[in-house]
């Protein structure tokens, strides 16, 4: 059993990686890795049966992938009844500089999810899409599955796995869909000015920040007054984001706000506190193209945010320091 241990450790931020990003879940990614793990103890105990698997990665990714997509399927169900908008659960990293010991180190597992810029808006895309798409599109496109495999999982030919993904692709790649396509020093100009616009408390100067057609969208799960529909449209937007951080804001003089990564991508962490009294935290992520913001996620949800490191007020004050 130690050996079958070591042998699944070695693979469990990849498998880590391929479920956040099925799931969109940090909690659910690792439930269904865990479960990974006992379906492998449990087949794999008689070493007459270990000694059949001729590739260990494959068939714990083909195993995890099918946990995936019957979580997936019942995901869908769940979703519907969720109370307003729904995003992904963030995982937050600090940006480059900070130590070890100020609790944002990540362990092997997590630097597999966060080796490259998977970013919000992606994960919300793909919410959109049928279970099977998702499975199809990561599996193949993500991780590089051959669409052999991939129809394995899906219990399906080789032919209809190449037609999900390729729907997959067409739907994430939609007009519709908000653009990411800056790299981190953009990401890091235009995130400064959108919050020196927002400090002015100038509708004009925010504006310009802002992609004519962009979204807000905001989960509190329920627990904060939230827009249960997105807000489209820079001008809706830029008064839904005056109105909570302006010179004359809800929060204005109470935020603590610090620049981190958001599911790979610049982004802030904040917190402040409700008219009513009650402490809330945030995790705001973008998406930016050609210079301008073109998505806003506002997750305020408490039962998504409950791995976030406490802000320090006599550092992480607002506005956020760069």
Same mark, same amino acid.
């Given at each position: 059993?130690r050996? +079958?241990?070591?042998?699944?450790? =070695?693979?469990?931020?990849?498998?880590?990686?391929? /479920?956040? $990003?099925? *799931?969109g %879940? @940090?909690?659910?990614?690792?439930?269904?890795v865990?479960e990974?793990?006992?379906?492998y103890?449990?087949?794999?105990a008689?070493?007459?049966a270990?000694?059949?698997?001729?590739d260990?990665?494959?068939?714990?990714t083909?195993?995890c992938?099918?946990?995936?997509?019957?979580?997936?399927?019942?995901?869908?169900?769940?979703r519907?009844?969720?109370?307003?908008?729904?995003?992904?659960?963030?995982v937050?990293?600090?940006?480059g500089?900070?130590?070890?010991?100020?609790?944002?180190?990540?362990d092997?597992?997590?630097?597999?999810?966060r080796?490259?810029?998977?970013g919000?808006?992606?994960?919300?895309?793909?919410?959109?899409?049928?279970?099977?798409?998702?499975?199809?599109?990561?599996?193949h496109?993500v991780f590089? +599955?051959?669409?052999?495999?991939? =129809?394995?999982?899906?219990?399906?030919?080789?032919? /209809?796995? $190449?037609? *999900?993904a %390729? @729907?997959?692709?067409?739907?994430?790649?939609s007009?519709?869909?908000?653009?990411h396509t800056?790299?981190?020093?953009?990401?890091?100009?235009?995130?400064?000015a959108?919050?020196?616009?927002?400090?002015?408390?100038e509708?004009?100067?925010?504006?310009q920040?802002?992609?004519p057609?962009?979204v807000?969208?905001?989960?509190?799960?329920?627990?904060f007054?939230?827009?249960r529909?997105?807000?489209?449209?820079a001008?809706s937007?830029?008064?839904?984001?005056?109105g909570?951080?302006?010179?004359?804001?809800?929060?204005?003089?109470?935020?603590?706000?610090?620049?981190v990564l958001?599911?790979?991508?610049?982004g802030?962490?904040?917190?402040?506190?409700?008219?009513?009294g009650r402490?809330?935290?945030?995790v705001?992520?973008?998406a930016?193209?050609?210079?301008r913001?073109?998505?806003?996620?506002?997750?305020?949800n408490?039962?998504? *945010?409950?791995?976030l490191?406490?802000?320090?007020?006599?550092?992480?004050?607002?506005?956020?320091?760069?």
């Amino acid at each position: 059993m130690r050996e +079958l241990a070591t042998e699944f450790e =070695a693979e469990r931020g990849r498998l880590l990686a391929v /479920a956040h $990003r099925m *799931l969109g %879940s @940090r909690s659910e990614a690792e439930d269904a890795v865990q479960e990974t793990w006992l379906r492998y103890a449990g087949a794999l105990a008689d070493p007459a049966a270990r000694a059949e698997i001729r590739d260990l990665s494959a068939w714990l990714t083909t195993t995890c992938a099918r946990i995936c997509l019957d979580v997936l399927r019942s995901a869908r169900v769940r979703r519907e009844a969720y109370p307003g908008q729904w995003l992904p659960e963030p995982v937050v990293s600090p940006l480059g500089g900070r130590s070890p010991a100020d609790g944002y180190a990540p362990d092997p597992a997590e630097r597999a999810v966060r080796t490259d810029q998977v970013g919000t808006a992606l994960l919300v895309v793909l919410e959109r899409l049928a279970p099977e798409q998702r499975v199809a599109l990561v599996l193949h496109d993500v991780f590089a +599955l051959p669409f052999a495999r991939v =129809a394995g999982v899906l219990g399906t030919t080789e032919a /209809a796995a $190449r037609q *999900l993904a %390729s @729907r997959a692709r067409r739907a994430v790649t939609s007009p519709d869909v908000p653009r990411h396509t800056a790299d981190p020093a953009e990401q890091r100009r235009v995130l400064k000015a959108f919050v020196a616009a927002t400090e002015s408390g100038e509708l004009d100067e925010l504006l310009q920040v802002l992609a004519p057609d962009v979204v807000f969208v905001g989960d509190s799960g329920g627990h904060f007054p939230a827009a249960r529909w997105p807000v489209l449209g820079a001008d809706s937007v830029a008064r839904l984001t005056l109105g909570l951080f302006g010179r004359t804001g809800r929060y204005v003089g109470r935020v603590l706000a610090r620049p981190v990564l958001v599911d790979g991508i610049l982004g802030l962490q904040l917190e402040t506190t409700h008219s009513d009294g009650r402490p809330i935290r945030l995790v705001t992520a973008f998406a930016v193209d050609q210079g301008r913001i073109t998505a806003i996620y506002n997750q305020l949800n408490p039962e998504k *945010l409950t791995d976030l490191p406490p802000l320090d007020a006599d550092d992480d004050g607002w506005p956020p320091r760069w």
